[in-house]
């Protein structure tokens, strides 16, 4: 719906209509960014948690269901899902660095290579315009902070972790 034949901002006719649209897939992006609760979990690594029920707001079967969605995501090439791939490869590595998370699952999920999905589609490039642009530059500053946390998050999660080697 937001991308190829079903792209509903091509009947955003307006500057302030595209405008508008802009802002909603942005929105739309931090939303589900956040929603992978990344300052959370990497607080587990820091604590060294292990990952159990409990800890964290996701199950294995909850990961292999989002990894299913993501991977598909990243055959579509849309340019805007650079950088909730990143953040999922992100999100990844953080589970696999949790201690006793030698699972099946944690070594059959490559973060590495979402990882290098998302710097091919661009994904910082494609965060700097969303901080540039005016649509979020007259919103308010509840927009702006999630999405420089988000780039903070990820910069302190990989750095770490080696990621960006």
Partial sequence: MLSGSFDVGKLAVSVEA??????????????LIETLDLENLLQLV???????????????????????EVSSLSDLGFRE??????????????????????????????????????????AFIYLLEILQSNTLRESDVGTVLPLVWFVYMLFSSMLPLGMLR
């Fill in 81 to 122: 899902s650079g950088p909730l791939i990143l953040a999922w490869a992100v999100f990844l590595c953080l589970l696999s660095s949790l201690p006793e998370s030698n699972t099946d699952l944690f070594t059959e999920i490559d973060h590495t290579s979402y990882a290098r999905q998302a710097f091919e589609a661009a």
């Fill in 46 to 68: 820091h604590d060294e948690v292990p990952f159990r029920q409990g800890f964290s707001a996701f199950s294995l079967s909850d990961v292999q269901e989002m990894d299913a």
């Fill in 18 to 31: 595209k405008n508008s649209f802009c802002y909603a897939k942005a929105q739309l992006l931090l939303i």
